[in-house]
């Protein structure tokens, strides 16, 4: 089955640092992924679509120059979260449709636990 | 019996009954449903999913009902085992176009053994 891997599972960082994380879709080509965040006790939460070659579509409310997404290939896409501060601090997962047409799940990544001291 | 947590509603079940994790969706236009199970630190797993066009759909020992009158989803799961402890979410989408998941809030479910 189709495969979302993310990197690292796991990040600490200083406040005003940037950090990077990576999605890859492993065994199958992604044009679109999808970048969700999740509060402790909460839903998931979309942020952004990455569209490969394009800009990513940002939801609402969400700062495009704060969460810069880059799709350049058909199997990877990378959120950085630029000048980070502690209420960034969130599990960060990304998402993306296998191939085949039509409505199929979304097939998740395990997850970034981003914290910002 | 439920309880409501913090954000997250709470069923706590015994092991080897069934379980029953209810969903309420927003969209009357949504025509794609699917049920996520994540574990802790983890990201969603799929579980099963359910279009529209019908109104029971059978996985195996999961079964997904969708009441489109009410705009109602449910997850049973039978014989419900500890490694089923976990916190289910329903997300709904809406045509045949791939987009993002709208995700329901999510329900814990605790398995006692």
């Known amino acids: 089955g189709a495969v979302v891997s993310q990197h690292p599972s796991w990040v600490i960082c200083k406040s005003g640092t940037s950090v990077k994380i990576e999605c890859r879709s492993l065994d199958f080509q992604a044009t679109t992924m999808f970048w969700y965040r999740q509060f402790p006790k909460q839903s998931l939460m979309l942020m952004a679509t990455?569209?490969?070659?394009?800009?990513?579509?940002?939801e609402q409310g969400v700062e495009k120059d704060k969460f810069l997404i880059n799709h350049a290939s058909l199997t990877l896409s990378t959120l950085t979260v630029t000048s980070a501060h502690p209420e960034d601090s969130s599990f960060y997962i990304c998402?993306?449709?296998?191939?085949?047409?039509?409505?199929?799940?979304?097939?998740f990544g395990n997850g970034t636990r981003l914290t910002v001291t | 019996g439920e309880s409501v947590g913090l954000h997250l509603p709470t069923l706590s079940v015994q092991e080897g009954d069934n379980s029953i994790i209810n969903c309420a969706y927003s969209?009357?236009?949504?025509?794609?449903f699917i049920w996520y199970k994540q574990e802790s630190g983890k990201g969603p797993q799929f579980i099963i999913d359910?279009?529209?066009?019908?109104d029971k759909r059978q996985g195996q020992r999961v079964t997904v009902l969708l009441n489109k009158t009410v705009k109602h989803l449910s997850l049973q799961i039978a014989a419900t085992q500890p490694g089923d402890s976990a916190v289910y979410f329903c997300a709904e989408n809406v045509g045949t176009g791939r987009r993002a998941l709208t995700f329901g809030s999510g329900t814990r479910l605790q398995v006692q053994p």
């Open positions: 359910i279009r529209s066009n019908m």
């Open positions: 990455s569209n490969e070659g394009s800009k990513a579509t940002y």
């Open positions: 998402s993306a449709y296998g191939q085949g047409a039509g409505n199929s799940p979304l097939h």
């Open positions: 969209n009357s236009a949504s025509d794609y």
